[in-house]
């Protein structure tokens, strides 16, 4: 199962799903709450609610659908998606989880880079109520920094929707995002980052790392210096999948579906 991140649609997945899907797996990328209609629909009119969403309820929704499955899943997220998979593997979820630059949980703070980078988005009038639409300018400078004009339009146009400010704060302020650094029972993690991430930087990353590993589970770290926060959807993205479902295969010990 897909995880995406916030201001993104599950679309940002494409890529890695239809890839997973030829390697024979059966693969899941479900939307947030309120997230069930076209992008444009999503720009043009989001849903009130979306705006009041919290970390607790969104990752509620994952994990009715996670215990829905008929054995536990792999589980991948993307940014926030990321910090959700960890969530879910604290209680008890998901075969495996690989978070990719994950957002903070509790006990990480963002540091200059990530702020300058989200200020502008949540520190709008009431963002924390309602939502908000990134601006291309701020899209573009924070998650797709070295790619071309084309790949960076061609990205804000798919994927981007309206964010809800209030997880950022939850996440900021360590509300809602708890996890449990000694489970020893959770499942195999491994924890992804780019070295150009201004979102989530790979000293956020290594943060978690250090938390998770201290639980005795087996916990894994990746830096890839040349990628950007977008790493999943764009130029590139095929190593980022393949290389987090061959350690995933090899975490839960099962050969590929044919």
């Avoid at 309120?34 to 849903?47: K, M």
């Avoid at 540091?111 to 309602?130: E, F, K, N, Y």
């Amino acid at each position: 199962m897909l995880i995406h991140g916030a201001g993104l649609t599950s679309a940002c997945w494409d890529h890695v799903r239809r890839h997973y899907e030829t390697l024979g797996y059966r693969c899941l990328a479900p939307g947030w709450p309120f997230e069930d209609r076209p992008i444009a629909e999503l720009r043009r009119a989001p849903d009130p609610e979306f705006g009041r969403l919290t970390i607790g309820r969104i990752v509620q929704q994952y994990e009715r659908i996670v215990r829905a499955f008929p054995e536990p899943p792999i589980l991948i997220g993307h940014s926030f998606g990321g910090l959700f998979v960890q969530m879910l593997l604290d209680r008890g979820l998901g075969a495996a989880g690989v978070a990719i630059c994950p957002a903070p949980c509790a006990g990480i703070f963002p540091g200059p880079t990530t702020l300058r980078s989200v200020m502008p988005m949540v520190a709008r009038w009431r963002s924390w109520t309602r939502p908000v639409m990134p601006t291309f300018p701020q899209f573009a400078s924070t998650s797709l920094q070295w790619s071309t004009a084309t790949e960076q339009r061609d990205a804000y146009e798919r994927y981007v929707v309206p964010i809800t400010g209030r997880i950022f704060l939850q996440a900021g302020l360590s509300v809602g995002n708890r996890i449990k650094g000694g489970n020893s029972k959770r499942a195999p993690l491994l924890l992804m980052a780019g070295g150009q991430d201004r979102m989530v930087t790979p000293r956020m990353v290594e943060a978690a790392y250090r938390k998770q590993r201290r639980s005795g589970a087996p916990t894994e770290y990746r830096l890839y210096p040349d990628r950007t926060h977008l790493l999943i959807a764009t130029h590139g993205w095929r190593e980022i999948a393949d290389e987090a479902i061959g350690w995933a295969e090899r975490a839960v010990g099962e050969e590929r579906p044919d």
